[in-house]
């Protein structure tokens, strides 16, 4: 079992719609949890982190199970610019990321 | 200000040649990274600096694979005899410290490598 799996994609939908990711994770020791967004042919950037209790930031909600090992995103009111591949990141120990291979989004009109 | 650099961005090589890349951190980030990502994968962890400390190097693939921090900022990352599987975009990472709860790395735009 891969340490972060997720669907790799892509997700076509249309502007406004709202789209979920998941990722599941292997390693139950695991502490912190991350979005990075990343564009074509460029380098990944935090998108946001997750937390236990969930967060949002305007029309992105992050969300942790940690019983079920796997955490989301949620994108509501999807934008053209939201086209991306979306990395699930999940603290390896060691001070050490470990990266999933990313899921895709392509907005359209 | 200035983020993370790298250099070269784009470099193709012989089979069997040695490469350096080169990563310029974020002035005053005590943590660096190196990553490489293959076509349809996820990022691979290689090596990682913090501080004076010793590197861990438990990501490196293989000897032929190495990297020094002089000075705490600037890092090189050696590949000796390249091979074709050594192709892919290697991208260095930076953060204030290595907590990585509290920390984001900030990733440079990678140098793509190719072997042919």
């Known amino acids: 079992r891969k340490e972060v799996e997720q669907d790799p994609g892509p997700f076509n939908v249309p502007e406004g719609a709202t789209v979920a990711f998941n990722c599941t994770y292997s390693?139950?020791?695991?502490?912190?949890f991350f979005w990075y967004r990343q564009d074509c042919r460029k380098e990944p950037k935090l998108l946001m982190s997750?937390?236990?209790s969930g967060n949002e930031d305007g029309r992105f909600t992050a969300q942790l199970n940690r019983a079920s090992q796997y955490i989301s995103l949620l994108i509501r009111d999807s934008k053209l610019s939201d086209s991306a591949t979306y990395l699930c990141?999940?603290?390896?120990?060691?001070?050490?990321?470990?990266f999933g291979t990313g899921t895709q989004l392509k907005v359209e009109l | 200000g200035a983020g993370v650099s790298q250099s070269p961005s784009n470099k193709v090589t012989e089979k069997g040649k040695d490469v350096e890349l080169r990563c310029d951190p974020i002035?005053?980030?005590?943590?660096l990274y190196w990553y490489r990502q293959s076509l349809g994968q996820g990022l691979e962890f290689l090596i990682y600096?913090?501080?004076?400390?010793?590197?861990?190097k438990s990501g490196l693939p293989s000897d032929r694979f190495s990297a020094e921090r002089t000075g705490g900022s600037v890092s090189t990352l050696t590949i000796q005899r390249t091979q074709q599987e050594d192709s892919a975009v290697y991208l260095c990472?930076?953060?204030?410290?290595?907590?990585?709860?509290?920390?984001?790395?900030?990733f440079g735009p990678g140098t793509r490598l190719t072997v042919l």
């Open positions: 990472a930076s953060s204030l410290e290595a907590i990585a709860l509290t920390d984001t790395q900030y």
């Open positions: 390693n139950s020791a695991s502490q912190s």
């Open positions: 997750v937390y236990s």
């Open positions: 990141v999940v603290e390896g120990g060691g001070n050490k990321l470990t």
């Open positions: 002035s005053g980030h005590t943590a």
């Open positions: 600096f913090q501080g004076n400390s010793a590197p861990d």
